[in-house]
């Protein structure tokens, strides 16, 4: 995994895609750009090249992320939105995958970074290539035991 920063702060990118953060968050900070497996909350992001058992789908659509951004999940009881965001013409993004897991929710493609963004979370950056946007799952607990099913992790 591969760490480098940009220029961009949470503040300017909040204002630039009319996504804001909750107030706890300190807009000052640079956001880090990863070049690798990174999460956010109940979302993971995988490098595609990474698993064998996504692919696009025979009649994939892609449509280009818009400034405003796309709305990849939202947290649990209508909670807040874990939201993809690039600029324009960088970044395209398409839910017509094959995944047998079913844990897919897309993939994208970014020629420039992209971010996550999320009220509570703040942002993270992703370096440009082609990734996989997955819901996380954990391994049950009950009576304070791990059971054998898992479930998703839910923020």
Do not use: K
Not at 27 to 32: I, K, S
Not at 86 to 99: I, M, Q
Not at 111 to 121: D, G, Q, S, W
């Amino acid at each position: 995994m591969t760490t480098t920063t940009t220029t961009t702060t949470l503040g300017e990118l909040a204002e630039r895609t009319g996504r804001d953060v909750l107030a706890h968050l300190e807009r000052e900070v640079t956001v880090p750009v990863v070049a690798g497996l990174q999460a956010q909350g109940d979302l993971i992001v995988v490098p595609a090249e990474l698993l064998d058992n996504v692919r696009e789908s025979r009649y994939v659509r892609w449509t280009e992320v818009p400034p405003g951004g796309v709305e990849l999940l939202r947290g649990a009881g209508g909670g807040n939105p874990h939201a993809l965001v690039a600029d324009p013409g960088t970044c395209r993004w398409t839910t017509t995958v094959h995944d047998l897991t079913g844990l897919t929710l897309g993939m994208f493609e970014a020629t420039a970074v992209a971010y996550l963004i999320h009220p509570e979370h703040g942002a993270s950056g992703i370096a440009p290539g082609r990734y996989v946007v997955r819901r996380q799952r954990e391994r049950g607990v009950g009576n304070g035991r791990w059971t054998a099913g898992n479930r998703m992790i839910q923020d």
